[in-house]
């Protein structure tokens, strides 16, 4: 039987499953293999969110199907973050849908937007999740190179016209992942602009917007006049929260966006479980303290593992957001045999920079959400592999 189709044909290989292949066989050996390839918080999520989300699936009105766009407390509370963090004003009405994780939102943006063929400008480094959902929508991605020289932000005035022009969809993403790099306002306000001038849908994928320290605090595309013509923004309570496995997140901006996605969303799923948004809601309603104990914690995990790195001859720019490092291998190296050697030799997995696309080659994603001993335990293996030069 040959059932699968084209589309999920042509989805790319998942690089991820070959380390998590090697990691079940070095354990198998006995080898106390140390993951830092993960992109999900290893700390709780919070026990007041926990509490209320205990006390709404006691009642039994809240057993039954959400409305399709999201229930009103959810919507109202996204409203108010954005308020509250933005000053920005949103419609809870016709401007917020709710999602069951960012993730299912920006996969149905695609498909909500996009006709057969359209290109899609997608980061170069990205999350993978961009490229596939462009590819199951059959649109076809366009990368938008990412360079240290430019800080990850895409070079905009050196795109060229007729890419522009055929764009259907920009997509961006501050704090960002792999890179951990983070944006001014400015960045945004090129965005809009280009977008605007030729008329490119915009969205902007803040998952990790309340993941800051070093007094920065991450802006809003929303932020930018007119942003609302033509963005949206998606945002998730799963980083911030440490809330992954509950699948809850947001998209809010242009309304006719936002109806197109709603459209597609309807007709896929039915919402998210209602105590779920009602927790949530609380969420994002409190003053964000667990937050800010969680950004202090990466913060100074990241300090030591930039140290480390820099031992062994790796320099990085310490970033100021994420739970991410994004390094450069040593010289002498691929992306992909640097990451193997570091298995071999340390037992400690990171995720090689080519798996986010081409312009990762030469770089890697380590990720600090790791509990802190196993941190420092990785650091102290580290600090034993020589690098530069020594290359058998
Ligand atoms: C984790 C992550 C998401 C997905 O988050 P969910 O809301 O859990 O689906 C989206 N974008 C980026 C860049 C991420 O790292």
Redesign the pocket.
């Known amino acids: 039987m040959n059932v699968t189709s084209d589309r999920v044909k042509s989805l790319p290989p998942y690089i991820f499953s070959r380390f998590q292949q090697k990691k079940k066989e070095l354990e198998a050996r006995g080898v106390d293999v140390i993951d830092l390839g993960i992109?999900a918080p290893d700390l709780p999520t919070p026990d007041f969110i926990i509490e209320e989300m205990y006390k709404e699936a006691k009642k039994p009105e809240n057993h039954r199907y959400s409305p399709y766009k999201g229930c009103k407390e959810f919507r109202e509370a996204v409203a108010s973050f954005y308020q509250n963090r933005f000053q920005v004003e949103l419609d809870p009405e016709t401007e917020v849908l709710t999602l069951i994780?960012?993730?299912?939102g920006?996969a149905h943006l695609i498909s909500a937007v996009t006709n057969p063929g359209d290109s899609v400008l997608i980061p170069d480094p990205g999350?993978p999740?961009y490229q596939s959902a462009v590819y199951l929508a059959g649109a076809e991605p366009t990368h938008l190179p990412l360079n240290p020289q430019q800080g990850y932000t895409p070079a905009f005035e050196q795109i060229p016209a007729e890419t522009l022009k055929n764009a259907r969809l920009m997509l961006l993403?501050y704090p960002g992942?792999p890179t951990a790099a983070t944006a001014e306002l400015d960045t945004f306000l090129k965005a809009v602009s280009i977008a605007s001038t030729y008329d490119i849908a915009l969205a902007h994928?803040s998952?990790y917007n309340l993941v800051t320290f070093d007094g920065y605090e991450a802006p809003s595309l929303m932020q930018v006049p007119g942003a609302k013509n033509i963005a949206v923004e998606f945002g998730?309570l799963?980083?911030s929260f440490n809330m992954?496995g509950w699948?809850i997140?947001y998209v809010v901006g242009n309304q006719e966006i936002i109806r197109a996605i709603s459209t597609v969303k309807s007709n896929v799923d039915t919402g998210q479980f209602l105590p779920i948004q009602k927790a949530a809601a609380r969420a994002l309603t409190g003053d964000l303290t667990v937050v800010r104990q969680n950004n202090a914690i990466y913060k100074s995990r990241m300090e030591k593992m930039a140290d480390a790195l820099q031992k062994i001859g790796i320099h990085i720019e310490k970033p100021r957001g994420t739970f991410f490092i994004w390094a450069p291998v040593p010289e002498g190296y691929t992306s992909m045999e640097f990451a193997d050697r570091l298995l071999e030799e340390t037992g400690v997995i990171v995720t090689p920079g080519t798996a986010f696309g081409p312009s990762g080659e030469g770089y890697f994603r380590l990720s600090l959400s790791v509990p802190t001993d196993r941190l420092e335990e990785a650091v102290k293996r580290m600090n034993g592999l020589k690098t530069g030069g020594d290359r058998k």
């Open positions: 992109g994780g960012s993730k299912e920006i999350y999740v993403n992942n994928d998952a998730s799963s980083k992954t699948r997140g």
